[in-house]
């Protein structure tokens, strides 16, 4: 499985921009996507998630009501990224995992991804 994340860039604050991870060499019919940020000497982060296996949509705290995760049906990912701040300024990253997990908030662990695309810079400021 390869992932590719494209649409990264410079916005303003209040701003918007959409971030698409492309995801190839099998169907991913059954996976759970994800997106990450990682702020520079931090741990990544979780962003939010779309489990194509049940359906289920979850997002961090901090992104609720501004970020919407979607996919279409060429096995591509979006994070739309409404209303930014300067805080949303990070490395965002996308994975993908097809396993079965023990606990229910396995998704927010990097650790449980086993494959991951590059990152694509997002950048927020005036």
């Known amino acids: 499985v390869q992932l590719q994340a494209s649409g990264g860039g410079l916005v303003q604050p209040g701003g918007s921009l959409q971030l698409s991870c492309v995801v190839s060499?099998?169907?991913?019919?059954?996976?759970?996507i994800a997106w990450f940020r990682q702020y520079p000497g931090k741990e990544r982060e979780f962003v939010a998630l779309l489990n194509l296996g049940d359906g289920s949509i979850r997002y961090a705290d901090s992104v609720k009501g501004r970020f919407t995760i979607f996919n279409d049906a060429d096995n591509t990912v979006y994070l739309q990224m409404n209303r930014q701040r300067p805080e949303d300024t990070a490395l965002y990253y996308c994975?993908?995992?097809?396993?079965?997990?023990?606990?229910?908030?396995?998704?927010?662990?990097?650790?449980?991804?086993?494959?991951w695309g590059q990152g694509t810079q997002v950048t927020v400021s005036s």
């Open positions: 060499g099998r169907t991913f019919s059954s996976y759970a």
């Open positions: 994975a993908a995992d097809g396993r079965t997990h023990s606990y229910s908030t396995w998704y927010k662990r990097p650790e449980e991804y086993a494959y």
